[in-house]
C-alpha cells in the first residue's frame, strides 16, 4: 500500500484524470478515464462533452457520437459511456440487474411488473425484431403494460420504463439517437459477443479500474495512491469541471483533497442557493481556487458569466477557451 501526503494525492489524482494536460484523443481519454456519464443537462454542454473538453481543450464534439455508434469502440449503458472493451463486465451487472435475490423491494416490484406485462414483453422483442431499431413512441400498444404507480422519471408513460428494464437486464440496447431520442433494438444484434465473467469477478476488476482512474483512495491509514500515476509537479494548466467530473463528483471526497465544498445546486429553490443553478469549479495546477456559472446561448452565441466565486484571476484564459469549444461569438458578463 502506498501512502502519500495530501499535496501528493492531489497531484496524483489530477494526473490520474488526465487534467494535467496530458490528455491526447477522444477514445485515448475515454479508456484512461473508465466511463463518461450522460446528462440531458446542457446548461454550457452535456457532461459527456464538457468532461472530454476539460481535458481535450477544443476537439469534435462528433467524435464521440462516431466511436459509439459508428465505430462501436465506445458503449452506452446505463447512462454511462464505456470502452467497448468493457462489455464483459458490464453484462455481468446486466445479468444480476434486479435479480439478486435479496427481495429489496425495487427489485420485487420489477419482478411484478415483467410478470404481469410477460405478453407486452414478448408483443416488443417481436416488433423489434421485425422493425428494429425503433423509438419508444413507434413500440405503442392498444394494451400498454401495467404499472401499479407513476414512475418518477417516466411518469404514465410504461413504454420507456419496460425498454428501460430490459436495456438494463442486457436484453435491449440503444443502438443510436433519432432527434435526440433514443432508437432501440435487440441486443443481441447490437453487442459483440464477449467472454461471460463472474459477478464477483466483474466487480472486482471494475473496482480496480476505477482506482486506477480516480488514482488515490481515502482508507483509514490516510490517501493511498494507485503505484501507475504519478506524483510529480503538475502544470499551471485551468479549466472549468463539469458537475459530473470525476474528479470532484464524490462531494465529500472532493472536499477532503482539495478543501472545496461543492454542491449541485439545480434542485435548490433560487433563493436559497448559496451560488447558483449550475456552478463549474475551476482547476489550476492540482487546486480548485474557484467556481463560476456560465450559460451557453446557443441562438445568440453568447457565453453569459453569471457568476463568479474565489480566486477567479485565471478565469477568463478559462472561459475563452471554453467559448473557442461552444462556438461563442461572444462572452458578456451579466448581474
Known sequence: MRIVSPEEARRIAVRAQLLDGSARGVLATVRRLGVLQIDPIATVAPPQYLVLWSRLGTYDTRELDRLIWNERKLVEWDAHIWPMEELPLLRARMRRWGRTGKHLAWEKRVREFMKQNAAFRRYLLRELEL??????????????????QKHRWYGSRQVPLILDILYRQGTVAIVGRRDGQRLWDLAERWYPETETVPWREAERLLEEKRFRALGVRRTTKGWEAHPDVSSDEVPERV??????????????????????RYRLEMYVPKAKREYGYYVLPLLVGDQVVGRAEPRFDRKTKTLELLGAWGDTSRLDEALGGLAEWLGAERIEARN
Open 239 to 260: 479549466t472549468l469541471l463539469s458537475p459530473f467530473d470525476r474528479l470532484v463528483y464524490d462531494r465529500t471526497r472532493a472536499e477532503n483533497l482539495f478543501g472545496f
Open 131 to 148: 422493425n428494429g431499431p425503433m423509438l419508444s413512441r413507434e413500440l405503442e400498444h392498444d394494451s400498454p403494460p401495467r404499472y401499479a
